[in-house]
């Protein structure tokens, strides 16, 4: 059991903050990369660095973040981490230099990663251990709200004839006061359960040896995917349907997010009435078939199919970490650092496609995404998970 001071109300509406806050950081680059190509004529390939370095960095840190928590406090973790996304935010306003965006992005990267490592178990222990599964979701609900939001707020500013680096210093200040507000705030103490902690050397051999490579791919290829299609969208549209990347090309991707943010509430519906393979193939087959409409068709059908994808692929995270933790028996902790590391093709996806952009251009890059989709359709097949009522993990 946690050892805690007590449930805190305020601490959980903090938490929630932070998870907004933490997906204000994440999510706009997608809308602001066409802006970035333009103004430092950069080749698809180099664009696609962008994305790499922020989860690249996502994906590295998370398990030291995880041992770094463990052997010091949240608090301490959360400040630092908002202090170095902080100079980031600064360091990229003053320098607005490509190479300086690929180190700023790199350093937010291990800021959101470690602030998400640590705010979970706070989040358990804040709210009360019986309604953590309902605080992780509203959780989720914020990061996916910001998500929608973040967009907007990019489009806001260009609109009003502000360059697009000024999102910078709104980034640095928000950082700034969540620094302030976590210095003075009494955060609860917290120790973690088994399943929050890495395991040992062995633990991983054997998760290897029971499929863990497997699950590791799969959420590598559904996180590629999602960032596949929230980096490139508002480029595509511009490219092939001259879509304003500044106003409407911004607005799909806020939809796309917007979209997978309802498609969260409308999926804990049915996986309460339906086996999650037969939800997850389903899913599949829908993503398929808007993704190749909005890939193919016209603009007018381009600039809602392509955002829809993200209602329809709203459910398959937390399934595919569902079967995945169902899949075995014990180390459900030591797993989720596997899987957690698998956001790593949120860094690798994007960069696949700007690289095969460049030669044979953006829609036959993003084609790639269809070979994500299918492994995603065929997990609903060959997943045999022995446990029943696998435990969901949130991100």
Same mark, same amino acid.
């Given at each position: 059991? !946690?050892?805690?001071?007590?449930? !805190?109300?305020?601490?959980?509406?903090?938490? %929630?903050?932070?998870?907004?806050?933490?997906?204000?950081?994440?999510?706009?680059?997608?809308?602001?990369?066409?802006?970035?190509? $333009?103004?430092?004529?950069?080749? %698809?390939?180099?664009?696609?660095?962008?994305?790499? !370095?922020?989860?690249?960095?996502?994906?590295?840190?998370?398990?030291?973040?995880?041992?770094?928590?463990?052997?010091?406090?949240?608090?301490?973790?959360?400040?630092?981490?908002?202090?170095?996304?902080?100079?980031?935010?600064?360091?990229?306003?003053?320098?607005?230099?490509?190479?300086?965006? =690929?180190?700023?992005?790199?350093?937010?990267?291990?800021?959101?990663?470690?602030?998400?490592?640590?705010?979970?178990?706070? %989040?358990?222990?804040?709210? $009360?251990?019986?309604?953590?599964?309902?605080?992780?979701?509203?959780?989720? +609900?914020?990061?996916?709200?910001?998500?929608?939001?973040?967009?907007?707020?990019?489009?806001?500013?260009?609109?009003?004839?502000?360059?697009?680096?000024?999102?910078?210093?709104?980034?640095?200040?928000?950082?700034?006061?969540?620094?302030?507000?976590?210095?003075?705030?009494?955060?609860?103490?917290?120790?973690?359960?088994?399943?929050?902690?890495?395991?040992?050397?062995?633990?991983?051999?054997?998760?290897?040896?029971?499929?863990?490579?497997?699950?590791?791919?799969?959420?590598? %290829?559904?996180? $590629?995917?999602?960032?596949?299609?929230?980096?490139?969208? !508002?480029?595509?549209?511009?490219?092939?349907?001259?879509?304003?990347?500044?106003?409407?090309?911004?607005?799909?991707?806020?939809?796309?997010?917007?979209?997978?943010?309802?498609?969260?509430?409308?999926?804990?519906?049915?996986?309460? +009435?339906?086996?999650?393979?037969?939800?997850?193939?389903?899913?599949?087959?829908?993503?398929?078939?808007?993704?190749?409409?909005?890939?193919?068709?016209?603009?007018?059908?381009?600039?809602?199919?392509?955002?829809?994808?993200?209602?329809?692929?709203?459910?398959?995270?937390?399934?595919?970490?569902?079967?995945?933790?169902?899949?075995?028996?014990?180390?459900?902790?030591?797993?989720?650092?596997?899987?957690?590391?698998?956001?790593? $093709?949120?860094?690798?996806?994007?960069?696949?496609?700007?690289?095969?952009?460049?030669?044979?251009?953006?829609?036959?890059?993003?084609?790639?995404?269809?070979?994500?989709?299918?492994?995603?359709?065929? =997990?609903?097949?060959?997943?045999?998970?022995?446990?029943?009522?696998?435990?969901?993990?949130?991100?």
């Amino acid at each position: 059991m !946690s050892t805690r001071r007590g449930r !805190s109300p305020g601490v959980v509406v903090l938490v %929630l903050v932070v998870f907004f806050v933490v997906s204000l950081f994440t999510n706009t680059l997608g809308a602001l990369l066409p802006e970035i190509i $333009g103004s430092f004529q950069l080749s %698809l390939t180099a664009a696609g660095l962008l994305p790499f !370095s922020f989860f690249v960095a996502y994906g590295l840190a998370s398990i030291p973040a995880g041992l770094w928590a463990e052997r010091s406090s949240e608090k301490r973790v959360m400040m630092a981490s908002f202090t170095l996304a902080l100079l980031a935010s600064v360091t990229f306003a003053l320098v607005p230099r490509y190479h300086v965006a =690929i180190a700023s992005l790199f350093g937010t990267g291990v800021a959101c990663a470690a602030i998400q490592v640590a705010a979970q178990p706070l %989040l358990r222990v804040a709210g $009360g251990e019986t309604r953590f599964a309902f605080f992780s979701t509203l959780g989720q +609900l914020a990061f996916g709200a910001a998500s929608f939001v973040s967009p907007r707020v990019y489009a806001g500013l260009v609109e009003r004839h502000l360059p697009w680096m000024n999102l910078y210093w709104l980034f640095a200040m928000l950082a700034g006061v969540m620094v302030v507000v976590l210095g003075v705030v009494k955060l609860p103490a917290v120790e973690r359960k088994d399943d929050e902690r890495a395991g040992s050397l062995e633990t991983h051999r054997t998760l290897v040896r029971e499929g863990a490579l497997r699950w590791f791919a799969s959420i590598f %290829l559904y996180v $590629g995917l999602e960032q596949g299609m929230s980096s490139w969208i !508002s480029q595509f549209l511009a490219t092939y349907h001259g879509v304003d990347p500044r106003s409407d090309g911004a607005a799909a991707v806020s939809w796309f997010w917007g979209l997978m943010t309802l498609g969260c509430v409308s999926g804990l519906v049915l996986l309460k +009435l339906f086996d999650s393979r037969k939800v997850l193939v389903v899913h599949a087959v829908l993503a398929i078939i808007l993704f190749a409409l909005g890939l193919l068709g016209p603009k007018s059908v381009a600039v809602i199919a392509l955002p829809a994808v993200g209602l329809v692929a709203s459910v398959m995270w937390p399934i595919i970490f569902a079967l995945a933790l169902g899949s075995v028996r014990t180390h459900h902790g030591t797993l989720s650092g596997i899987l957690c590391t698998a956001i790593v $093709g949120g860094a690798i996806i994007p960069l696949i496609i700007g690289r095969i952009g460049d030669r044979f251009g953006l829609r036959a890059g993003m084609a790639v995404l269809f070979l994500n989709l299918t492994w995603i359709l065929a =997990i609903g097949f060959w997943a045999k998970p022995p446990l029943e009522n696998a435990p969901q993990n949130e991100r």
